[in-house]
Nanobody
């Protein structure tokens, strides 16, 4: 069983930055990726960024490439999402997730078994 706790959300003006953190506890031998998803108001949850636990390879949604950076600190069991040049359309509840992810779809929500409670990010224009 894996527990995930996010922090770091808040309100920021467009162009600003935030760093989200996700601390993982527990263990699952099948978990190979940890990632961030977001759900804007009235929309479906979408993948933002994900990183391999073993090799550390990362993948990003096109909408955040060049602005967001996912990283991990294995010693602290923590994954971070550094968000720069934030836009109003980045406003959403951000969720940390972990699971056994296949190469065919790194943002398949069904592959992520464990989820955090979410942290709100609000970007004003």
């Amino acid at each position: 069983q894996v527990q995930l706790v996010e922090s770091g959300g808040g309100s920021v003006q467009a162009g600003g930055s935030l760093r989200l953190s996700c601390v993982a506890s527990g263990y699952s031998s099948s978990t190979n990726y940890m990632g961030w998803f977001r759900q804007p108001p009235g929309k479906e949850r979408e993948g933002v960024a994900t990183i391999g636990i073993g090799g550390g390879r990362s993948y990003y949604a096109d909408s955040v490439k060049g602005r967001f950076t996912i990283s991990r600190d294995s010693a602290k069991n923590t994954v971070y999402l550094l968000m720069n040049s934030l836009k109003p359309e980045d406003t959403a509840m951000y969720y940390c997730a972990a699971g056994s992810v296949g190469w065919w779809d790194y943002f398949d929500r069904n592959s992520y078994r464990y989820w955090g409670q979410g942290t709100q990010v609000t970007v004003s224009s």
